[in-house]
């Protein structure tokens, strides 16, 4: 693919990627609550989310996904109702002061943050919209290479890891200033309040 190409898919998805929606907004409150590395299973479904639908759009699937509309409602249902679950459990866990490390926090099964992540892409319409609608108008599908299919793979592992990864880092490095119980509760339903507000943005799109 030519370089004009891949810069201008570059530039489109980071752009894409950086604007805050449901994905940024669980993944800042996942970092809050457990800190960088219990968030990355989630950056990672979120990369194989958005794979997902730069495999469907490749392969011209658009009018599939169309069809199986009700498939991707109810996917995007189930992401909304887990996010939900760890917002109640953000929001009902007791607090810990001494120690603000993810090993003070209740870990979730790597697994399912993952799957979280994946559910969480697959249901958002922002992605679908980025890959079904746009994606067409930055890259000629049509004429789209193995080469080029691999090319474009690479960049959205690599710029939704880097996008991902800095979210994460900032929203943990904030968490490091709340070490008394009291704090720790008051970020502990900030971080459950914005998984809820994510899961609602989920739901209703």
């Not at 996008?163 to 929203?171: E, P, S």
């Not at 490095?173 to 008051?186: E, M, P, V």
Request: hydrophobic share 60%; with cysteine; aromatic share 10%.
């Amino acid at each position: 693919m030519d370089p004009t190409t891949l810069v201008a898919f570059t530039l489109a998805l980071t752009i894409a990627a950086a604007i805050p929606g449901p994905g940024m907004t669980a993944l800042v409150a996942r970092a809050l609550a457990v800190g960088f590395w219990g968030t990355m299973p989630m950056v990672v479904g979120l990369i194989c989310g958005d794979l997902v639908f730069l495999t469907c759009a490749a392969l011209g699937l658009s009018a599939i996904a169309q069809t199986f509309a009700t498939v991707f409602t109810l996917v995007k249902f189930a992401g909304a109702a887990y996010l939900l679950w760890l917002a109640w459990q953000l929001w009902t866990t007791a607090p810990h002061a001494t120690e603000v490390g993810a090993a003070a926090r209740p870990e979730r099964s790597p697994a399912r943050v993952w799957l979280a992540g994946l559910t969480l892409t697959l249901g958002n319409p922002k992605t679908i919209i980025f890959y079904m609608a746009l994606l067409p108008t930055v890259v000629d599908l049509a004429k789209l290479t193995t080469v080029g299919f691999v090319e474009m793979s690479a960049i959205v592992l690599i710029d939704l890891l880097v996008v991902g990864a800095v979210y994460a880092w900032l929203a943990a490095r904030a968490r490091d200033f709340f070490r008394d119980a009291r704090a720790r509760r008051i970020l502990d339903r900030t971080a459950g309040a914005m998984m809820a507000g994510a899961a609602v943005a989920v739901a209703t799109r």
